[in-house]
């Protein structure tokens, strides 16, 4: 596979169940992002990961999880999430987060809590 | 509080028409400025990227950035009905370690009519 690629594409979850994204990017690159995109609402950055380290969580709530065990791999684990969370989740990557670099988006997981 | 704006739109152009999407930014010292595309219920694409003053050519495609007025266009000569779709104007964010961090705007929805 090439490029930035995301499981599952589609997710409907009830409130108390916990559930995992999955991001796997086939790029060589070393950061790493989730974000969240709302209806009209801009894409919202909610972790970054530069060579497995977070770097940013941008005040996102405790019931969304990440994790980078490598370079390659992003999760997202959902516990408890709210109806509010149904939103499409991206994962990017880029080189190395640096202010010049690209990020290469996934094709997301669209999610609808219930 | 650092923000990207753009004209929500929807901007109407017919086919062969020259597009004009333009998006301003609040932070001063910003040094990379992308355009992504996003067809409806895809992830977005970068269709330009531009760091310089001035205008860069790719095709149809012209970013223009001045960084005087904060302000980036993109052009889109010729357009086509599948240019069809919401462009996302994204701004890097420049402070501390997260410089390649990125603000989106809301995005412009942009019709292309045959």
């Known amino acids: 596979e090439t490029g930035v690629t995301q499981t599952p594409r589609h997710l409907v979850m009830g409130m108390t169940n916990k559930k995992s994204l999955k991001c796997e990017q086939h790029?060589?690159?070393?950061?790493m992002y989730w974000y969240k995109q709302s209806a009209k609402k801009p894409l919202e950055l909610m972790f970054v990961?530069?060579?497995?380290?977070?770097?940013e969580n941008n005040s996102v709530p405790s019931r969304f999880s990440p994790e980078c065990p490598n370079s390659s791999h992003l999760f997202l684990h959902l516990h408890t999430l709210q109806p509010e969370d149904s939103a499409l989740y991206l994962c990017?990557?880029?080189?190395?987060?640096?202010?010049?670099?690209?990020?290469?988006f996934g094709p997301g997981t669209r999610l609808l809590v219930l | 509080q650092k923000e990207v704006e753009q004209n929500s739109g929807p901007l109407s152009v017919p086919e062969g028409a020259i597009a004009s999407l333009n998006c301003t930014y609040s932070?001063?010292?910003?040094?990379?400025f992308f355009w992504y595309r996003q067809y409806s219920g895809k992830s977005p694409e970068l269709i330009m990227s531009?760091?310089?003053?001035g205008d860069k050519e790719d095709g149809r495609f012209t970013a223009q950035l001045n960084k005087a007025s904060q302000y980036v266009s993109l052009l889109i000569r010729d357009s086509q009905p599948s240019d069809s779709a919401t462009y996302l104007c994204?701004?890097?964010?420049?402070?501390?370690?997260?410089?390649?961090?990125?603000?989106f705007g809301k995005g412009t929805k942009l019709s292309v009519k045959p």
């Open positions: 990961y530069n060579f497995k380290e977070q770097t």
């Open positions: 932070d001063r010292v910003s040094q990379s």
């Open positions: 531009i760091y310089s003053n």
């Open positions: 994204a701004v890097n964010m420049n402070y501390g370690g997260s410089q390649g961090n990125l603000i």
């Open positions: 790029l060589g690159h070393n950061a």
């Open positions: 990017a990557s880029s080189p190395r987060g640096g202010p010049m670099e690209t990020q290469y």
